[in-house]
T-cell receptor
């Protein structure tokens, strides 16, 4: 059974700092890994999707990496801003039929002005 | 650009009452999913569908039923609501292909008294 873990559960940084969020998964048989952002009381917004054959994806100040063999992914946020404050969720799409996502519990990020 | 639309956004029920949550997507996606999100538990899959007329159980299906009579709609029913079903419910959809992201609705906040 696939399990996804995100560490830390919460992170507080000053504005302008570069930061890394971590995600680990137990079964390397995945199609892809997706990073989401969730603002309080809102739905999930997809940030980046990395295919199992890829090593990284970039969008603006965000860079996500994937090391499938070790079961790890990182989300790098450059020059953080208060508007980046949100909960970041990692989810993997496992192989084997339903193509459902298995989610981590998220990292709550606070960027202080 | 509607994407995934959930109805209603908020609802309060009494124990034992029934209700149906509606999810509609306009992206012609084959796959649709219902998740619930609870504090400390993350998102958990309730039921999903891989095409019109099909449904399958996810991780936490008990107490819920679903139907996919039309490709664009996925309904989640609570026949006899219980306080343990107080949660935020998210619907998602995705294309058949495994390299496509899941798109989420804004959620339905359901309280069972």
């Amino acid at each position: 059974k696939q399990e996804v873990t995100q560490i830390p559960a919460a992170l507080s940084v000053p504005e302008g700092e570069n930061l890394v969020l971590n995600c680990s998964f137990t079964d390397s048989a995945i199609y892809n890994l997706q990073w989401f952002r969730q603002d309080p009381g809102k739905g999930l917004t997809s940030l980046l999707l990395i295919q199992s054959s890829q090593r990284e994806q970039t969008s603006g100040r965000l860079n996500a990496s994937l090391d499938k063999s070790s079961g790890r992914s990182t989300l790098y946020i450059a020059a953080s801003q208060p508007g980046d404050s949100a909960t970041y969720l990692c989810a993997v799409r496992s192989q084997g039929g339903s193509e459902k996502l298995v989610f981590g519990k998220g990292t709550k990020l606070t960027v202080n002005p | 650009n509607a994407g995934v639309t959930q109805t209603p956004k908020f609802r309060v029920l009494k124990t034992g009452q029934s209700m149906t949550l509606l999810c509609a997507q306009d992206m012609n996606h084959e796959y649709m999913y219902w998740y619930r999100q609870d504090p400390g538990m993350g998102l958990r899959l309730i039921h999903y569908s891989v095409g019109e007329g099909t449904t399958a159980k996810g991780e936490v299906p008990d107490g819920y039923n679903v139907s996919r009579l039309k490709k664009q709609n996925f309904l989640l029913g609570l026949e006899s609501a219980a306080p343990s079903q107080t949660s935020v419910y998210f619907c998602a959809s995705s294309d058949t292909y495994s390299n496509q992201p899941q798109h989420f609705g804004d959620g339905t906040r359901l309280s069972i008294l």
